[in-house]
């Protein structure tokens, strides 16, 4: 499907004037041109895997069968000596905020946002979860990055 059949197909005067997205409408390639209609610049890659490009590069997978909207940022790997300090940082971090997850994934942190889409959503609902989880990602790495994670390559 080209860009051109996803933007008539879902309207374009409907996300400029807020118009709803049924949960059908919430598609990989409907968000792909949703994000880039609010000028972030996106790709899919060769597994069909959306990705944007921000402050982050974040990992953008639509789960039609829970219908939620996964936003995902990886880090790099957590230093050896700060393990135990970090898996603390992950647990006190979940305990503050619902619906975001900070986690250690093969020794290193990631932050998952889930969005929620059951009986529809507001294209621009979608964009504002995007921004607020990039901003909950910088709250959350700003105290800790630079103690736990590990910068060297």
Same mark, same amino acid.
């Given at each position: 499907?080209?860009?051109?059949?996803?933007?008539?197909?879902?309207?374009?005067?409907?996300?400029?004037?807020?118009?709803?997205?049924?949960? $059908? +409408?919430?598609? &990989? $390639?409907?968000?792909?041109?949703? %994000?880039?209609?609010?000028?972030?610049?996106?790709?899919?890659? $060769?597994?069909?895997?959306?990705?944007?490009?921000?402050?982050?590069?974040?990992?953008?997978? *639509?789960?039609?069968?829970?219908?939620?909207?996964?936003?995902?940022?990886?880090?790099?790997?957590?230093? +050896?000596? &700060?393990?135990?300090?970090?898996? &603390?940082?992950?647990?006190?971090?979940?305990?503050?905020?619902?619906?975001?997850?900070?986690?250690?994934?093969?020794?290193?942190?990631?932050?998952?946002?889930?969005?929620?889409?059951?009986?529809?959503?507001?294209?621009?609902?979608?964009?504002?979860?995007?921004?607020?989880?990039?901003? *909950?990602?910088?709250?959350?790495?700003?105290? %800790?990055? $630079? *103690?736990?994670?590990?910068?060297?390559?």
């Amino acid at each position: 499907m080209s860009e051109k059949d996803v933007i008539s197909g879902m309207g374009l005067k409907d996300f400029a004037t807020g118009e709803f997205m049924s949960e $059908e +409408d919430v598609t &990989q $390639e409907r968000l792909q041109t949703l %994000f880039g209609m609010a000028f972030y610049k996106t790709e899919i890659d $060769e597994d069909g895997d959306l990705f944007i490009r921000d402050n982050y590069r974040v990992f953008v997978t *639509v789960d039609a069968d829970r219908l939620l909207i996964a936003y995902k940022i990886y880090f790099r790997k957590v230093k +050896d000596d &700060q393990k135990d300090l970090a898996e &603390q940082t992950v647990a006190e971090i979940n305990d503050s905020i619902i619906y975001n997850t900070l986690a250690i994934h093969n020794g290193a942190p990631y932050i998952c946002y889930y969005l929620d889409y059951r009986d529809g959503i507001m294209g621009h609902n979608i964009i504002h979860a995007f921004r607020r989880m990039q901003s *909950v990602a910088s709250t959350m790495m700003s105290e %800790f990055y $630079e *103690v736990i994670v590990d910068t060297e390559d």
